[in-house]
């Protein structure tokens, strides 16, 4: 096998038929479901549990973290907001009334995303206006990860029906 018949083969764009895309959906559903406003989780477990710096440490990350977000939305969130739904109907028209199978799959990567960035938002808010801290910071924490788990856990199961579609050929766009 040449190295351009191999690197074709990593690259091929029948995207739902290629083992790096389902990888890259792994890893990034791993990624987003362990870092929570920017702070690993494993940090919530162990300020609720030791208390003392490893708790002011949690609260200094998000703290800066809802900052750092509530800034960018409030100075560019509409430009950014844009931004996202003109590249989300691009991949969308592209890849489901075009039937460009990278156009579906790369929306089936970006689109869950835009969610998990609209919950991260959702709890930023939350944490900003109540000023938690503590316990009240771990529960809403806590909350924003199973959200984005449950997420995550449905986004998985309807991008793998439709790769299984798009392989068999028997999904709405195959043939």
Known sequence: ????????EMIDLRSFSNLWYWIALAVMWSSLSHRILGAPFDMVHR????????AQDLDDLVRI???RMMFVVQ????????LA???LSVLATLGFGLSVEIAQAVFLLVFPMSLVVLINLMTAQKILKTAAQGEDLYKAMTTCRLLIQLLGMVCI???????MFQ?????PLGG
């Open 167 to 171: 392989n068999l050929h028997i999904g």
């Open 65 to 67: 973290n809802v900052n």
């Open 1 to 8: 096998m040449s190295l351009f018949e191999t690197l074709s």
């Open 75 to 82: 100075s560019a969130g509409v430009w950014l907001l844009g």
């Open 157 to 163: 199961f309807l991008t793998c029906l439709w790769g």
């Open 47 to 54: 300020a609720r549990k030791y208390g003392g710096q490893q």
């Open 85 to 87: 739904c003109f590249v």
